[in-house]
């Protein structure tokens, strides 16, 4: 039976060395809120005004703003699709990948999850991270790497590929609908559901789809944990990252789970830092 108490001893080295990353790199967050504040307001701000762990970040939003005052909003824009590929090799995101794969491995043996289900599999990034380490540990686990978009899914046979020795099944899902016939009856329980800056991109109900083939989650996302939004928050409303409030979500996940809690609590309260990037929860 799994506990609080036994997951976080499972994953204490994880912690430390996450937490300690975010305590350094999230340190300049007030600095960063107060420029993005200014840049909404109209003002110019440079660069080298930018703590470094939010550089990327300012130049997505410059750009969102500047294809604003021309009315040509686009997300297919060079630019945009640039900042959203470097974002996604950030030394944060890479990171981020890494510590979400390694917690969903050690739970699910700890566990003996039989199915994985990635949620929201975008560019393949996460998931590539995922084969990586299931094919260097040899587990034996069934891996469902699902997503709305069908040309996103093709994309993955080249993974698929790579990996031949990884039991690898690709379907199309939009976690705003329930689960499909097909992805229920493929999975078999224990199965442990994880996923990577999707939520905040669909919506809150989505997660009582995710859990409800689930035992266990592992949901790395931007949940606004003080309730306080500030201008890059905003902004980014509009490229639709909504807010996941977690005043808002903490009743759905007491109703669909028997536990849950932020695996990077520490690093929100030394630093006051609005969010949390990681909920892992059980039934």
């Known amino acids: 039976m799994l506990t609080k108490d036994l997951i976080k001893e499972k994953l204490v080295d994880l912690e430390k060395e996450y937490v300690g990353f975010m305590m350094k790199h999230f340190a300049g967050w007030e600095l960063w809120a107060k420029a993005s504040q200014r840049m909404a307001d109209g003002e110019q701000v ?3 005004e930018i703590p470094e762990g939010f550089v990327l ?3 997505l939003i410059r750009a969102v703003l500047e294809m604003e005052a021309t009315g040509k909003f686009d997300w297919n824009n060079p630019l945009l699709r640039e900042l959203f590929e470097q974002l996604a090799q950030s030394t ?3 990171l981020w990948g890494e510590i979400i794969t390694k917690i969903s491995l050690r739970l699910a043996d700890l ?3 039989k199915t994985l289900v990635e949620v929201g599999a975008g560019r393949g990034n996460l998931t590539g991270i995922m084969l990586q380490q299931i094919a260097e540990n040899n587990m034996p686990v069934k891996l469902i790497v699902t997503d709305a978009s069908p040309v996103v899914l093709e994309n993955m046979g080249k993974l698929k590929d790579r990996y031949p020795q990884v039991n690898l099944e690709i379907l199309l899902w939009d976690i705003k609908d329930a689960p499909p016939k097909e992805l229920l009856e493929k999975v078999q329980p224990p199965c442990l559901s994880y996923e990577r800056a999707s939520i905040m991109y669909i919506n809150i109900p ?3 789809n995710i859990t409800r083939i ?3 989650v592992v949901f790395g996302d ?3 944990y003080t309730g306080t939004l500030y201008a890059y928050d905003e902004i980014s409303k509009r490229i639709g990252a909504q807010p996941l ?3 808002d979500i903490k009743p759905l996940l007491e109703t669909c789970l028997t536990d849950h809690f932020m695996f990077d609590l520490r690093a929100q309260e030394e630093l006051n830092f609005p969010n949390t990037t990681m909920l892992i929860g059980w039934k």
């Open 46 to 48: 440079k660069e080298e």
């Open 92 to 94: 944060f995101y890479k």
């Open 111 to 113: 566990a003996r999850v």
């Open 206 to 208: 989505s997660i009582e």
């Open 57 to 59: 970040e300012f130049k």
């Open 222 to 224: 931007m949940f606004n």
């Open 214 to 216: 689930s035992d266990i």
């Open 245 to 247: 409030f977690y005043s």
